[in-house]
């Protein structure tokens, strides 16, 4: 069965502070792997995408890498703000007609002022 | 460029009932997925639409069906609404080979 686990499932930094989420999946065939944005009650922004081909993606402070033999992505967040709070969900898409993505439970991430 | 736009944002539902949801695409895209997000979960993928075709779909009953339009906006219908069907519905529009999700903010079904 093909699964994205995401952990932690809450975390709480001082502003300022580097961090780093985690995912994994249990299929590594995968076709490109997201990270996405929610905020409370809200759609999802696309933070990164990256094809099977890449190794990392970056745009700004963050930063995805991607490891397929391992099965795991990490999106690494530089110098928190408060405005980052949200929460971070992966999702994996795989080889397949239809590329619909699987997604992990989320990290909540919450950056005290 | 516009972005994904979804009515309506709230419903309220009873069991029983039937429920259509909608959903108008980003300019230039031409692929429209469904998912839905019950509370503190992630999305689940429900279907996929490409040129008016289902392309795909996730672990959901007939009762979940769905239709592209040529101007790429599309809906979702729901019938024999179940107490389980209350959640948040996305839609996400893409340009197939791309899959570059664009998410809407989402239509909150409550069924009571």
């Known amino acids: 069965k093909q699964e994205v686990t995401q952990i932690p499932a809450a975390l709480s930094v001082p502003e300022g502070e580097n961090l780093v989420l985690n995912c994994s999946f249990t299929?590594?065939?995968?076709?490109?792997l997201q990270w996405f944005r929610q905020d409370p009650g809200k759609g999802l922004t696309s933070l990164l995408l990256?094809?099977?081909?890449?190794r990392e993606q970056t745009s700004g402070r963050l930063n995805a890498s991607l490891d397929k033999s391992s099965g795991r992505s990490t999106l690494y967040i530089a110098a928190s703000q408060p405005g980052d709070s949200a929460t971070y969900l992966c999702?994996?898409?795989?080889?397949?007609?239809?590329?619909?993505?699987?997604f992990g439970t989320g990290t909540r991430l919450k950056v005290l002022a | 460029e516009t972005g994904v736009t979804q009515s309506p944002t709230h419903l309220i539902k009873t069991r029983g009932q039937q429920v259509t949801l909608r959903c108008s695409s980003q300019s230039g895209h031409n692929t429209v997925s469904w998912y839905q997000q019950a509370l503190g979960q992630g999305p689940q993928f429900i279907f996929q639409?490409?040129?008016?075709?289902?392309?795909g779909r996730g672990n959901f009953p007939p009762r979940f069906s769905g239709l592209q339009f040529p101007n790429y906006s599309s809906e979702l219908n729901v019938n024999a609404l179940e107490l389980d069907d209350s959640a948040l519905y996305l839609c996400?529009?893409?340009?197939?080979?791309?899959?570059?999700?664009?998410f809407g903010s989402g239509t909150q079904l409550s069924v009571l």
């Open positions: 990256i094809q099977s081909s890449q």
């Open positions: 639409y490409y040129r008016e075709e289902e392309n």
């Open positions: 999702a994996v898409a795989y080889t397949s007609g239809t590329y619909k993505y699987i």
């Open positions: 996400a529009s893409s340009f197939k080979g791309t899959e570059k999700l664009f």
């Open positions: 299929d590594s065939a995968i076709y490109n």
